[in-house]
């Protein structure tokens, strides 16, 4: 049997050679999301037919038989094949050996690889610990073919680990608060593609999210009745835990403290009272470092979390303190004095200094936002940088582990691509090996100044998976268009998991129009993405939007980076480059152009007697304006002649036009236009 | 200020009249589900502005506060606009007015009713109680009329109370269990709807679902890991209470219980060993009710429940006892002998007779299917009827209260036009005055062979809205074609709540086709609904199909009763009658009929290579044989020209074929088509 070895490790080969699904020279389209370290592709399939059984045949305990469970029932639902299990080999069937559960409390260096081999006799699939057999167990899943005549595993051997350690999602459960359901759903989605942390933002100026028995008035003062009981704290930990995810607590400390401050004044380094806050933005309320009684209470109440979150880190945030009440209290600024603290950072520096020791009473590890980092620190601390990869550099250089955020900031409303480039371990950077092995991994985020549990899942997915794939395969797997293939793939599947970030798009328009005849506004609506948090950003803050207030616009339904983006992009970059194949390009631009044209006049109906849908009125105007220079530059290429006089300029007016934000919304298509009236002579 | 009085109760106008968008007369358009009692429109409209405030100025509690609040959120989402609440009258405020909160325990009798007056200068809601006043909260949201310019409540004055006070939906959670976030988002649709009795069927041979602490082993080896613990049956009497629901929990005996006696064999009548049953139907495990032990042990089980159920009433089954393991145990034979009982509806009266005052004891009346009817009842027992009318009308007359479920039956997949003709009470009914009193209600059932919780919202909703409107409305609310542009509205309404039953179609059929681009399946899909119960039970048992086998075919993705059965129903008749208005519909039954001619390639390319859609692929063909036949009837109808010799027979020839079952699928279309072909010359 012929086989061919495909390093992913060396060559980012398995998307251009295994990609097409017109290869024929392979028995399988690879759609693995993240790509594995190392695929070897054979010849043969070995088929799902009635009767497929999964054996697990060394170690076995309650995890990993939820986990061989629930993938049995994800392959039934995919295929309609009834799986059984056996205890006996047998021919043609899946053997999973695992050699142990795996870490008591899974930690950073938890062992997750897996070797995956297929044949047309059977499968097996091996690893040291339940979490790799998991891993392996969504490699298979995804592995799954199918053609007119039923469904297979490709005969293949995948030798699998990841290249970073810690590869997180955080949400942001204050600004916006998430119920369990949606926590929970998340967490199968990052299962799907490989994520072992998940960061939970549970306390900020908008809201104390977390139950505290010891200080009940956190939540009754500081939630507004929103917050997770310790019960379904535990839950969430548990459901993370049969899914090799890590939970991360994170309470932000010693700024974005109102809502601690609401209940307990005496925390505060300013006078109050307080309120729950209920805008965006960096306010003034910090606790106060000067006095034994806030250890005291954080000493208390560190020991009650660690109780419930069992993860040897714990997130104490520590960024953006803007040291106003700081500067204001006469007492701190004599305390500070004293102490010879010159400045906030300073301050700051002290607070985190007298914190250590009481995370580590407590068995934790501190992780904290960039200006955690000082040089007193210990070395286990970890630095999560919303700053960038010199931030983490220079923190490597003086031995702190570091986890990259910026780069990763979903509410930024990034491309899949844009947040794919970003590595955070560049090629091009000069760190020793021992320094570079200090980046551990990273964190996608989900602030939530914008997301409620209908928005949030199109937020972060599919997009996140792009980012999965960064923090788990290999750096050469890079080629965009590749990523953007499987991860079509990887949205359905997450879909199937029961999440709605491709569902909620239409049901949000149907409210919106109140019809279900929505096929004009989906034309429109499919060409159109959110503008960038800056954008959003100063907006609210003009507006004065604050949390309470619905998300029930236009912006809100629509998806950041829809597949008009890439799709557009890469049909009109083949159409302009490659002249042969124009004919065949140049049909479907016009049936898009032409789409865009007919939607006009019924989505400026239900959108003129829609108060909510108003104010986007003018982009169903431009949208067809577009889809007229479309046509018409369309048809001066075919012809090869050049536009009138004037129109060149005119079509790059109506392009900048387009281009500025209406209705918090902004076009996905015009870029690509602008190359392609620039073509026209 | 000209008003005009619509007494709904004494003819259905409200449709008629105030029904259409292009009426102009009215200051709205009354999508109102279920209609009111009694609705007097008047003229102008209360501005929703930010700013508009609520008021609740006479009794407050936490129930009616959550209400209040529950409703605000939703207005905020529907309007965009933000709505405070003020302690003091203002003008142009939403007033509420409750006496008190009710009963401490919502019961059969508890006043539902309430007065809504919105005048230009501002609305006032009255009600006796929180509940309601929470059915009035519903109404008001339903009322929010939009145009161009913003939102506005239309100046009404409703009076309203239902017809009928037990209205309910019973749910199956033994034969697929649902979790508690989709019996949550029921509970939600339901009062949407204003219905008040949730049926909790938590036990039966497939699963025993609800957690007992006295009987551990009923779900230890009874549920198969799959049941609600106590708490979380808490928290669902909780959140129903909060919406003015009663929770009615059955526990289904002597029969239906295989999974009580697979961990508690010594209450059966049959040797053993016992297993959770996996298949549908009528099974032999049947409680021994000739032992003490047994009734000792339903005593302890009931008084357990009774601590976390507080309804009145309490479920007990009763029916499809089939009497095998009575005849086969010459124990229990003698034990008929000897207290002659002659047979086995004798022996099981028996057994309710020792069970009623056992529900005495623990606070409890009796409610139970057909069977469990007996003259020595006492006459507080509430009989459901499975059977129908007549069988609620002999009850009625014996003195016994009834409510029926025959005719609502969610899983036979008929139309919500079929549910909303049947009537608890119908119009010819010889029933004194009296006997009719006893009549108290409905309730859908949603019996679970073929529901999941990805399916169950679609079998659900929205054909529940219009046997709620049958229960609450005027007899004389009769509109079928009203209904069902109400209906159309309601279920947007729903799918706001959350609720996935318009867009799981969608999500399934990605799934199903491997790819987001299903445009074309669409429009087969769109004419599609699942066959009859009885076909499906018929196929099911010959091909053995049991609970563990996953709902993920075609059949399961589509809807029943969708849009196009009425849509196209209503399309063809106008045609067929109104020759005048022939031309309007002819284009749009044209466009129809050619959407499902082109569809065919791209669908049977789709299905042709997806196994799961490939039972179905006859389907495809179909449909563009019935559009070719479409577009060949509209063409000689329109020359007036017969059709050529054997064409009609031909015709009749593929719809007879298309009236098969295939797949487990049938069209919608076939009834209207086949009136077009018989039009024809």
Redesign the interface.
């Known amino acids: 049997m012929k086989r061919r070895l495909l390093s992913v490790g060396v060559a980012a080969l398995v998307g251009a050679v295994l990609g097409g699904a017109a290869m024929g020279q392979t028995e399988f389209v690879n759609t693995l999301m993240p790509q594995p370290a190392q695929l070897t592709a054979g010849n043969g399939r070995l088929n799902l037919l009635p009767g497929f059984t999964v054996i697990v045949d060394k170690f076995r305990d309650e995890r990993l038989d939820g986990a061989v469970h629930r993938a049995i ?1 994800r392959l ?5 094949v ?1 799986v059984g299990t056996a205890a006996q080999m047998q021919p043609g069937a899946l053997v999973i050996s695992v050699d142990g559960a795996g870490e008591a409390v899974q930690g950073v260096s938890e062992n997750e690889s897996y070797t995956l081999e297929i044949s047309g006799a059977n499968a097996h699939l091996q690893a040291a610990t339940d979490v790799g057999a998991m891993r392996g167990l969504e490699t298979l899943l995804q592995l799954v073919q ?6 297979w595993l490709p005969a293949v051997t995948i030798h699998d680990s990841p290249r970073f350690r810690w590869r997180g999602l955080m949400i942001d459960c204050s600004r916006h608060f998430e119920p369990v ?1 949606i926590i929970e759903r998340t967490l199968d989605a990052m299962a799907s593609v490989k994520m072992n942390v998940f960061h939970w933002h549970l306390s900020d100026d908008q809201g104390f999210r977390m139950e505290s028995k010891v200080f009940p008035k956190l939540t009754e003062a500081g939630s507004e009745g929103q917050f997770y009981t310790q019960e379904q704290a535990r839950e969430v930990v548990a459901y993370a835990r049969a899914r090799g995810i890590r939970v991360v607590p994170e309470f932000d400390m010693p700024a974005h403290t109102t809502s601690w401050v609401v209940g307990y004044p005496d925390l505060a380094s300013g006078p109050g009272p307080f309120a729950v806050e209920h805008h965006f933005g960096i306010f003034n309320p910090v606790l106060d470092p000067t006095k034994k009684s806030t250890y005291d209470f954080i000493d208390k109440f560190i020991g009650e979390m660690a109780s419930i979150f069992p993860d040897e880190y714990m997130h104490i945030g520590g960024d953006e303190n803007n040291g106003v009440e700081w500067r204001e209290n006469p007492q701190i600024q004599a305390f500070m004095k004293q102490h010879g603290l010159k400045d906030r950072a300073a301050l700051q520096n002290y607070f985190n200094e007298k914190l250590l020791p009481i995370l580590t009473k407590h068995g934790k590890k501190m992780i904290g936002w960039d200006e955690v980092l000082t040089p007193d620190l210990p070395k286990d601390v970890v630095v999560q940088s919303w700053r960038g990869f010199n931030s983490l550099a220079a923190g490597a250089r003086q031995g702190y582990s570091g986890i990259l955020s910026a780069g990763y900031y979903l509410d930024h409303m990034d491309s899949a691509a844009d947040h794919y480039r970003v590595d955070p371990l560049p090629k091009n950077s000069d760190l020793t090996p021992e320094q570079a092995a200090r980046i551990i991994g990273g964190e996608a985020c989900m602030w939530s100044e914008y997301v409620d549990p ?1 928005v949030i899942e199109s937020r972060i997915w599919p997009r996140t998976a792009a980012i999965a794939e960064r923090l788990w395969s290999a750096q050469s797997v890079d080629n965009v268009d590749d990523m953007y293939r499987r991860l ?2 990887q ?2 599947r997450i ?2 998991l ?1 999440l ?1 970030q ?3 798009e ?2 949000s328009l ?2 919106l129009a ?3 005849q929505i096929d004009s506004l989906k034309v429109v609506a499919a060409v159109l993405e959110p503008v960038t948090f800056d954008v959003r950003g100063h907006w609210s803050s003009q507006h004065g939007i604050t949390n ?3 998300l ?2 236009l912006v809100d339904a629509l998806r950041p980076d829809p ?1 008009s983006r890439h799709n557009f992009a890469e049909l009109m970059s083949t159409y302009l480059q490659d002249p042969a194949a124009r004919p065949g390009q140049q049909e479907a631009l016009e049936a898009m152009f032409r789409s865009w044209i007919d939607a006009q006049p019924e989505v400026m109906q239900l959108m ?5 849908l ?1 104010e986007a009125l003018p982009r169903a105007q431009q949208l067809s304006q577009l889809g007229t220079m479309g046509e018409q530059a369309l048809a001066y290429l075919a012809a090869g002649t050049p536009a009138p006089q004037g129109w060149k300029q005119q079509q790059i007016a109506v392009l900048d036009a387009a281009a500025q934000p209406i209705a918090l919304t902004r076009f996905t298509v015009l870029k690509p236009l602008r190359d392609l009236v620039n073509e026209v002579k």
Chains 1, 2 share one sequence.
């Open positions: 029932q039934q639902m995919q295929t309609g009834m199918a053609d007119g005549h039923g469904f359901s209908q079509r793939v949205s359905l879909e199937q029961g709605t491709i569902s909620q239409d049901a149907r409210a109140g019809t279900s309470q207030m619905p029930d616009k597949p003129a007697g829609s108060p909510l108003g």
